[in-house]
């Protein structure tokens, strides 16, 4: 079956880099852009030009540097705003000013203070003035989900005649639910050009920005904004790496396809991480440090006997070393014999029944077993060899060596199995 192509719009370095903790400079911002770039993603949105000095530097250097993906500035509905962007985007490879205007009552009466009426002329005229200075126009009318239907459908019209040729509907407070965001977007598909792409951006509020994504893609949207982490304002943005893994781990229920190198993902997460200092949440969906790890004993034997069993995708499918199986006191035999395997070390049963009591002792003190602390446990109790030769161990001999040594639990951090593979 032939599968749509979705461009994945990414707003990292826009929508991510406006919330707190997240901001960067031009070198970071290049970085990452860079990256992005290897991500696969099809724009890269690298700021709102007119908001600062360092925005507009950022997106005129991404433009100058970053030359396969479309760079997108955004702009308010205001000539000054869009002629700014586009004195930023205009040495870009392919570039796209991004106009937006709040389309609400809500936002019309207390934000803008202005009517429906000069809000449609206001939309018209200003996608007028982008088209005038660049072909690729992107149009959104903010808090489109909180907007009267007939409204909003009124002022897109008016933006595809003025020459924006994608539509992008914003879930901007993130209020709306799935199925009701697809119905929006469905009926939105139908009333305008089928050469006008419609877009999606939804905002995590109710933890629901990447579910309303896919309902969007599903009901015809073809392009999506996301970001890295999902970061973003407040709750963040709908997260790239969860719905480009949507896509792809389940292509009988989303049969779409994007340009993004999913390997690509783990690095670009750790780069965002390491530039802005916000680390992700342990157990945030493909990105996290407990994404792929398994701690539950009969979880641990599943895995070794096939992944399968509790993996979806693999770890090395988006980027991430090797599935970590993470030695705690909730660990099996078998996890603990296969870990001192990969370290060198082989023992019979009844070595391993040794280990593996003393390996329980010192979970339940530190939680999570190191490599270093099993190595030492093994010293312990083989009485100070470390490489334990097979056979047959006299235990009632070498005996003794109680926890005194044990360490404290000085660090939970988890590594990859593969970064600690000196043995
Ligand atoms: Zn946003």
Redesign the pocket.
């Known amino acids: 079956m032939e599968r749509a192509r979705i461009t994945v719009f990414d ?1 990292t370095l826009r ?1 991510g880099e406006q919330s707190p903790g997240c901001s960067m400079n031009v070198q970071e911002k290049l970085r990452l852009a860079h990256q992005l770039d290897r991500l696969g993603v099809d724009l890269i949105e690298a700021g709102f030009p007119i908001a600062s000095e360092g925005d507009f530097a950022a997106v005129q250097a991404v433009a100058a540097a970053v030359r396969r993906p479309i760079i997108a500035g955004l702009a308010r509905a205001s000539s000054q705003d869009i002629e700014r962007a586009w004195q930023a985007l205009k040495g870009a490879a392919r570039s796209r000013i991004h106009v937006f205007l709040a389309t609400s009552d809500i936002h019309l009466h207390y934000k803008l203070k202005i009517s429906r009426q000069k809000c449609l002329e206001q939309a018209r005229d200003s996608v007028r003035m982008a088209k005038s200075l660049c072909a690729d126009v992107e149009f959104s009318p903010e808090d489109a989900t909180r907007t009267d239907h007939e409204f909003l459908f009124q002022v897109l019209e008016a933006v595809v005649e003025a020459g924006a040729t994608t539509l992008n509907i ?1 879930d ?1 407070v993130g209020y709306s639910m799935p199925e009701e965001f697809g119905e929006l977007i469905r009926s939105i598909r139908k009333r305008v050009p089928e050469n006008i792409t419609i877009s999606t ?1 939804c ?1 995590n509020d109710l933890g629901l920005a990447v579910a309303n994504s896919l309902a969007a893609i599903a009901a015809g949207a073809r392009q999506v904004e996301c970001t890295v982490n999902g970061i ?2 407040r709750a963040g ?1 709908a997260s790239l790496e969860e719905i480009v893994m949507a896509m792809r781990v389940r292509p009988d229920r989303y049969p779409y396809e994007t340009g993004v190198v999913a390997e690509q993902l783990f690095p670009s997460s750790q780069l965002l991480s390491d530039l802005t200092g916000a680390t992700v949440q342990p157990n945030k969906a493909i990105t996290g440090r407990n994404a792929f790890a398994h701690e539950a004993g009969i979880h641990q034997d599943g895995m070794l006997k096939n992944p399968l069993t509790y993996e979806i995708m693999t770890p090395q499918s988006v980027g991430v070393p090797d599935s970590r199986l993470v030695l705690g006191k909730h660990s099996g035999r078998h996890a603990l014999a296969m870990r001192c395997e990969q370290m060198g070390f082989q023992f019979d049963r009844r070595e391993l029944d040794e280990i593996y009591r003393r390996f329980v002792m010192l979970a339940d003190k530190i939680k999570h077993v190191e490599e270093h602390h099993l190595r030492e446990l093994i010293q312990h109790t083989r009485g100070g060899s470390a490489r334990i030769p097979s056979g047959n161990v006299d235990w009632s001999v070498v005996g003794g060596a109680e926890p005194s040594y044990f360490p404290q639990a000085s660090t939970t951090f988890r590594r990859h199995r593969a970064q600690c593979g000196d043995a």
């Open positions: 707003t929508d914003p901007t951006h905002h973003g304002e943005n």
